[in-house]
């Protein structure tokens, strides 16, 4: 039976660019500004970097479909880079290559970094219909504030929720957020707002207003793993962080095609988790995850996705966050860093980019936002 990478893979060093409207830069400096850091940080030298992956989703990016322009950036010494896509979760399949080359002895030292360049390519995150088969058919005019709406709608119809008391606690997430990125100096939005504002804003796709859904970003972050022996060689009297577990689960169409799934949370969510919990010894995440970053495209994705995780019971979430436990100051901190809605999506980075989060905080290095105690900290990325 597999073992999993439970502590056999070390993150030594981590980077991100500021995320944003770059119009200053393109790909590469964003790329060079998430390494150099990274480097700095590791203690190491590009040289000794000996594969890579390379995350990048869509190719508006202008850097083709191969790894070429990672290496090319970063003066890579001709080493092994693959590059990866998987929606959304990009930065996290990129740092999954990267662990399991290093857990597998391939390679001593990897880097993951993701990276997508969107604001001057006219991306807005709603994709203009385009003609087929699954348009046509069963997805016209599909959006992804569309799609997640009726998540809002279908939690609320299985729990027997009020929408007005589902969209108070969905306008509570996005005020934590907003006031989790003004204390970051790297996020894109770094307003504050009101509960009043989001509930008074125009409507997207309902019940999701304007101040529901996150926006899209440019900017860049990478990880740099090795083995735990290394990491405590390079940086002695350092403290280790090392990965326990990184699951990953596909959907074979399956809830979409038959009734037993009633759209109202999001089944591989529940499987990953699952899995991860048992590779890394988790009984209850609730007490023993001291923080989480999770995929907060939509204030419901976050609501329904505490429920997904194990760290609030079935249908009890709007309570949960109304009593403040996932407020940067309550028992069970998520999004300290703002989120997807606030410290932005680059889609490609995203992924790493809330790594970078925990990272800073195991290290005792937010700044602002520091979290009294972090032992273990959670990401969780969707993509699709």
């Known amino acids: 039976m ?38 700095a940080d590791a203690g190491l030298q590009g040289n000794q970097i000996q594969a890579a992956w390379f995350g990048v989703c869509l190719e508006e990016n202008n850097v083709g479909k191969t790894a070429g322009p990672l290496a090319q950036a970063l003066r890579l010494p001709r080493i092994a880079a693959t590059r990866v896509e998987n929606a959304c979760a990009t930065g996290t399949e990129a740092l999954r290559g990267a662990a399991y080359a290093v857990a597998a002895g391939a390679c001593d030292i990897a880097l993951a970094l993701g990276v997508e360049k969107l604001k001057d390519t006219g991306y807005g995150g709603l994709p ?85 859904c996150c926006g899209v970003s440019d900017g860049a972050a990478c990880a740099i793993v090795t083995t735990p022996e290394i990491a405590r060689a390079l940086q002695p009297g350092r403290e280790v962080v090392t990965i326990k577990a990184l699951e990953v689960s596909v959907s074979n169409g399956e809830e979409q095609g038959f009734n037993r799934w009633d759209g109202a949370h ?83 980075a995203s992924g790493l980019r809330m790594v970078y989060e925990i990272w800073l905080q195991l290290h005792g290095r937010a700044g602002q936002r520091q979290l009294p105690r972090v032992d273990i900290g959670l990401t969780q990325n969707l993509g699709g």
């Open 2 to 39: 597999a073992s999993g990478i439970r502590d056999k893979v070390a993150i030594v060093g981590m980077g991100c660019s500021r995320f944003g409207e770059r119009w200053d830069c393109g790909p590469d400096e964003l790329m060079l500004e998430a390494f150099n850091e990274a480097l």
């Open 128 to 212: 203009a219909r385009t003609r087929g088969v699954a348009n046509d058919l069963w997805l016209p005019n599909a959006t992804a504030p569309g799609a997640f709406a009726q998540l809002a709608s279908a939690y609320a119809a299985r729990h027997g929720v009020a929408m007005n008391d589902l969209k108070r606690a969905m306008a509570h997430i996005s005020v934590k957020s907003h006031a989790n990125a003004a204390l970051n100096p790297k996020a894109h939005l770094r307003n504050t707002i009101t509960e009043d504002d989001v509930l008074k804003a125009m409507t997207i796709a309902a019940p999701l207003g304007l101040y529901d």
């Open 266 to 348: 999001i089944a591989t969510a529940r499987e990953a988790a699952a899995r991860a919990y048992a590779s890394a010894g988790i009984t209850d995440p609730r007490t023993q995850v001291h923080m989480a970053e999770v995929h907060d495209c939509f204030s419901i994705t976050e609501a329904v996705l505490m429920e997904d995780l194990g760290f609030s019971a079935p249908g009890r979430v709007i309570h949960d966050v109304l009593d403040g436990v996932f407020d940067r100051d309550g028992p069970l901190p998520v999004q300290p860093d703002g989120g997807l809605k606030c410290f932005g999506h680059p889609i490609g």
